[in-house]
């Protein structure tokens, strides 16, 4: 049973809708504020797709009945994510990445690893990545930024109280994971000898895989992403308004999603890690949020 408190009574409990509503009150939050459900901001500089993601309230967290489940993933608690924001459909891609060195000087150190094209961009600190996003504010005159650990987890579950946003198993028709340790064969302690799926020991172009509820893409695996959360071992000093931890600043901080290189079961919606704020990696990568005008208007019931 997740940890109470007493939620806003304005806001919805998504998983008391069923997805025509939710589906709904994305669109009804989108309207009001001027958007279509996915949109691009209109600059002199080519900018991420936005998707409107909705206010609302989730459990946050992995319940001890859930395979998989990590200390760190708990205890699984309540949250309120009380204003509307965009996230990127997608990963932030090379090119995208590299018209900002272009743009900027910013130069890649010659020894990297460099992804291309749509895949995402990868081997970059998440100074790197908070540099971006500097960029497409100053550009943009809006606000982006990178997700807040709970507004990533709440964007990826869509409403959803299963380990994935897809149900309560995936297969690599959905997510890109380490092919050799998939997760039905894992929970159920089946032995396999050979993976199901043909190993791919990098991550695919966004867009490969398809998008959950609103409509966002390799939310799990292909690559960890960042958030702006400093890490800490539990959830039990986690804010209940979905904000970052501003005063927590350390050399650590938490990514979601799991990898290409990881096994299944790191790609759930509650699964987090820690990584070092300068470390490199090959299945290390992120999107973007873009802060939207709250109004008085903002839909809060379906």
Same mark, same amino acid.
């Given at each position: 049973?997740?940890?109470?408190?007493?939620?806003?009574?304005?806001?919805?409990?998504?998983?008391?809708?069923?997805?025509?509503?939710?589906?709904?009150?994305?669109?009804?939050?989108?309207?009001?504020?001027?958007?279509?459900?996915?949109?691009?901001?209109?600059?002199?500089?080519?900018?991420?797709?936005?998707?409107?993601?909705?206010?609302?309230?989730?459990?946050?967290?992995?319940?001890?009945?859930?395979?998989?489940?990590?200390?760190?993933?708990?205890?699984?608690?309540?949250?309120?994510?009380?204003?509307?924001?965009?996230?990127?459909?997608?990963?932030?891609?090379?090119?995208?990445?590299?018209?900002?060195?272009?743009?900027?000087?910013?130069?890649?150190?010659?020894?990297?690893?460099?992804?291309?094209?749509?895949?995402?961009?990868?081997?970059?600190?998440?100074?790197?990545?908070?540099?971006?996003?500097?960029? =497409?504010?100053?550009?943009?005159?809006? &606000?982006? @930024? $990178?997700?807040? *650990?709970?507004?990533?987890?709440?964007?990826? !579950?869509?409403?959803?109280?299963?380990?994935?946003?897809?149900?309560?198993?995936?297969?690599?028709?959905?997510?890109?994971?380490?092919?050799?340790?998939?997760?039905?064969?894992?929970?159920?302690?089946?032995?396999?000898?050979?993976?199901?799926?043909?190993?791919?020991?990098?991550?695919?172009?966004?867009?490969?895989?398809?998008?959950?509820?609103?409509?966002?893409?390799?939310?799990?695996?292909?690559?960890?992403?960042?958030?702006?959360?400093?890490?800490?071992?539990?959830?039990?000093?986690?804010?209940?308004?979905?904000?970052?931890?501003?005063?927590?600043?350390?050399?650590?901080?938490?990514?979601?999603?799991?990898?290409?290189?990881?096994?299944?079961? =790191?790609?759930?919606?509650?699964?987090? &890690?820690? @990584? $070092?704020?300068? *470390?490199?990696?090959?299945?290390?990568?992120? !999107?973007?949020?873009?802060?939207?005008?709250?109004?008085?208007?903002?839909?809060?019931?379906?």
């Amino acid at each position: 049973m997740p940890y109470a408190r007493e939620l806003p009574s304005e806001l919805p409990f998504l998983p008391d809708l069923d997805e025509r509503e939710r589906l709904n009150l994305q669109w009804r939050t989108a309207e009001c504020h001027a958007h279509r459900v996915g949109f691009h901001d209109r600059t002199d500089i080519p900018t991420p797709e936005m998707i409107v993601i909705p206010a609302g309230c989730f459990e946050m967290g992995a319940g001890h009945h859930e395979f998989g489940a990590r200390i760190e993933e708990t205890p699984q608690h309540y949250c309120a994510i009380e204003r509307p924001f965009a996230m990127g459909r997608y990963c932030v891609t090379a090119d995208e990445f590299a018209c900002f060195a272009t743009s900027t000087g910013w130069r890649w150190r010659p020894d990297l690893i460099r992804a291309h094209g749509r895949h995402p961009v990868i081997n970059i600190r998440i100074a790197d990545a908070e540099a971006y996003c500097n960029w =497409l504010s100053t550009h943009s005159g809006q &606000r982006y @930024r $990178l997700p807040s *650990e709970a507004e990533w987890e709440f964007a990826c !579950r869509a409403g959803s109280l299963t380990p994935f946003s897809f149900g309560d198993s995936i297969s690599c028709k959905e997510v890109h994971f380490n092919a050799a340790f998939p997760y039905d064969e894992a929970r159920d302690n089946k032995r396999w000898f050979l993976p199901r799926c043909l190993p791919m020991p990098r991550a695919v172009e966004v867009g490969s895989m398809p998008a959950n509820l609103w409509g966002l893409h390799e939310m799990h695996g292909n690559v960890w992403e960042f958030t702006a959360d400093p890490w800490r071992d539990d959830h039990r000093s986690h804010r209940y308004d979905g904000s970052t931890d501003r005063q927590g600043r350390n050399r650590r901080i938490v990514v979601k999603g799991g990898s290409w290189f990881d096994p299944a079961v =790191l790609a759930r919606s509650a699964a987090r &890690r820690p @990584r $070092l704020r300068d *470390e490199l990696d090959v299945n290390l990568g992120f !999107r973007v949020v873009r802060e939207i005008e709250t109004r008085p208007t903002d839909p809060g019931a379906i």
